[in-house]
């Protein structure tokens, strides 16, 4: 799969390990390096910023996308390629989502969640074909795969929509699965649902 873009969704905070800032910063020093446009929050605070810092400083092309009640002297990031305001949090899930060839979630809480669990339904739905990955930094998202698991052991989640998530726990594997991905769908199934 030809991988032009990402988009990223993580915590507006840096969180209590400075692990997850430093993978931050490797994502976005890797997608400028690999000239992928990367498309994330807008925000200057947090693993968000720390990801854009890092793209930047290498040339990259960081677009941020966020909603117009954002504090401009607070939370919006400055010092990116290009800002697109929304007027809403869910219009900014549909622009991510319709722009990026590809999602990734690092650690973050409700919000991050928000936008993952949102991304993987519309999967689901056949929505989009793109992949969603989680990108599991310090086993941060272990409880959230074993949650996962037990959707699908006790019948609510259907084997092939539980395949169409990515795991990795290094950026390098992050990437080589973006590249090869394939999407598991069944189209049957999306038939039956469509009709």
Same mark, same amino acid.
């Given at each position: 799969?030809?991988?032009?873009?990402?988009?990223?969704?993580?915590?507006?905070?840096?969180?209590?390990?400075?692990?997850?800032?430093?993978?931050?910063?490797? %994502?976005?020093?890797?997608?400028?390096?690999?000239? %992928?446009?990367?498309?994330?929050?807008?925000?200057?605070?947090?693993?968000?910023?720390?990801?854009?810092?890092?793209?930047?400083?290498?040339?990259?092309?960081?677009?941020?996308?966020?909603?117009?009640?954002?504090?401009?002297?607070?939370?919006?990031?400055?010092?990116?390629?290009?800002?697109?305001?929304?007027?809403?949090?869910?219009?900014?899930?549909?622009?991510?989502?319709?722009?990026?060839?590809?999602?990734?979630?690092?650690?973050?809480?409700?919000?991050?969640?928000?936008?993952?669990?949102?991304?993987?339904?519309?999967?689901? %739905?056949?929505?989009?074909?793109?992949?969603?990955?989680? %990108?599991?930094?310090?086993?941060?998202?272990?409880?959230?795969?074993?949650?996962?698991?037990?959707?699908?052991?006790?019948?609510?989640?259907?084997?092939?929509?539980?395949?169409?998530?990515?795991?990795?726990?290094?950026?390098?594997?992050?990437?080589?699965?973006?590249?090869?991905?394939?999407?598991?769908?069944?189209?049957?199934?999306?038939?039956?649902?469509?009709?």
């Amino acid at each position: 799969m030809s991988i032009r873009s990402i988009a990223l969704f993580c915590g507006s905070a840096e969180g209590a390990n400075p692990l997850y800032g430093e993978v931050a910063a490797l %994502l976005g020093a890797m997608c400028a390096d690999k000239g %992928l446009t990367l498309y994330y929050g807008g925000a200057c605070l947090g693993l968000m910023n720390k990801a854009a810092d890092a793209a930047m400083a290498r040339h990259g092309r960081v677009v941020g996308i966020a909603p117009s009640f954002f504090s401009k002297n607070v939370v919006l990031a400055k010092d990116i390629s290009e800002m697109i305001m929304v007027n809403s949090m869910s219009e900014r899930k549909q622009m991510m989502e319709k722009l990026a060839d590809a999602f990734v979630v690092l650690p973050g809480a409700y919000g991050t969640m928000d936008e993952f669990f949102e991304l993987i339904t519309d999967a689901q %739905l056949g929505m989009h074909h793109k992949p969603v990955a989680v %990108l599991n930094v310090n086993g941060y998202y272990d409880h959230l795969l074993a949650l996962l698991d037990r959707f699908e052991q006790d019948g609510f989640l259907r084997p092939f929509h539980h395949e169409l998530l990515v795991v990795a726990a290094t950026l390098e594997e992050l990437f080589d699965k973006l590249e090869n991905y394939q999407n598991t769908n069944d189209h049957q199934w999306l038939k039956h649902i469509k009709e």
